[in-house]
């Protein structure tokens, strides 16, 4: 039995890492915070937790959570750089949901998040947590770096075309749709039913800030000789609670190859990952409220374009599921542990 607190227990990311660790059989949450929140019982805010939990948000304390033997950050960007040294050295193990951690050049993540990084020096000890790739590196981790939701759901589409060799990296193109939750619980006007209901956009189309991570994360898997990865990237917001569908284009470089047996071989000891029969196309209703990724692969017309359909809960395994996964590795859980839920239908 391990001992958690959590940081920034307040959003729709903290709700959902609480709705997992409270039936996570290893597990007792010790700590959540949130100044703003501080000496509200949890389950007054989250009525849905009554009689699972019981604890009040607290505010922030280091020597509270230096007790705990995990810590996950669910806060805004450019929050955990602040608390991160402390308890690093304090020798607390860390998953951190935000953004922070996850692009290794510091200069690259201050172009993109539009703020100086806390803490560079902390960049190269953090393992960047996408288990299907990382596995080992994030078993003996100190601090791991959560990916975010939009590249949890290309990356694990593009990277069994990657590490074959199979498609040009340098020209990748990726339609992804999120739910509104992606956007926060914060109170915006754009995010208001009235405002989404009944439409569906693009945004970021220019450039959207998970961009250089995802290429990152591509770049990792690629073999040596290769090249680069170029990657055209946008996003689109759609009128529905929770889920990513991304759509993932690629040109195939000439290498025959049965594209169903590389991602069926691929992932096949994946417990969280679906590669789905040939001709499927997998919905995001699916995957509702589970860590589970489900993918589809097609060659349209037997010509030279791949297309590979990737879909996820961006709250799960795009968020708190990926973060409780990545626990289950550190601590050496059945990885399964506190996330074998199936999805919720209808």
Not at 50 to 56: K, S, Y
Request: proline share 5%.
């Amino acid at each position: 039995m391990i001992e958690v607190g959590i940081v920034g227990g307040t959003g729709y990311t903290g709700v959902e890492l609480l709705r997992v660790l409270v039936n996570h059989p290893q597990v007792r949450v010790k700590i959540i915070t949130s100044r703003a929140e501080a000496g509200l019982r949890v389950d007054e805010l989250y009525t849905s937790l009554r009689g699972f939990l019981d604890l009040q948000f607290s505010e922030p304390d280091l020597d509270a959570l230096a007790s705990c033997d995990v810590v996950f950050f669910a806060t805004p960007h450019g929050v955990a750089q602040n608390m991160m040294p402390a308890l690093l050295e304090r020798g607390v193990r860390v998953v951190d949901l935000s953004a922070d951690f996850r692009i290794r050049d510091a200069r690259l993540w201050s172009d993109w998040y539009g703020q100086e990084h806390g803490c560079p020096e902390l960049l190269p000890k953090a393992v960047y947590g996408l288990p299907e790739v990382n596995r080992q590196q994030i078993a003996s981790a100190q601090l791991v770096a959560c990916p975010g939701c939009y590249p949890t759901a290309i990356q694990l589409g593009f990277i069994p075309l990657l590490e074959n060799n199979l498609v040009d990296a340098s020209d990748l193109v990726a339609d992804a749709a999120s739910g509104v939750s992606g956007a926060g619980r914060q109170a915006k006007v754009a995010n208001l039913l009235a405002e989404v209901s009944d439409s569906f956009k693009a945004y970021g189309a220019a450039g959207h800030r998970h961009l250089p991570e995802i290429e990152q994360g591509l770049g990792d898997v690629l073999p040596a000789g290769s090249g680069e990865v170029g990657l055209t990237f946008v996003p689109h917001l759609v009128p529905m609670i929770r889920g990513i569908h991304a759509t993932l284009y690629a040109n195939l470089n000439g290498a025959a190859a049965d594209l169903q047996q590389v991602f069926e071989e691929r992932y096949a000891s994946e417990p969280f990952v679906d590669v789905m029969p040939a001709g499927s196309h997998p919905e995001t209703r699916t995957v509702k409220s589970s860590n589970m990724c489900r993918i589809a692969v097609f060659q349209p017309q037997q010509r030279g374009k791949v297309v590979v359909l990737s879909v996820i809960d961006n709250l799960a395994k795009g968020a708190s599921g990926q973060a409780v996964q990545n626990m289950n590795i550190m601590f050496g859980f059945d990885e399964r542990a506190g996330l074998n839920q199936v999805a919720v239908l209808p």
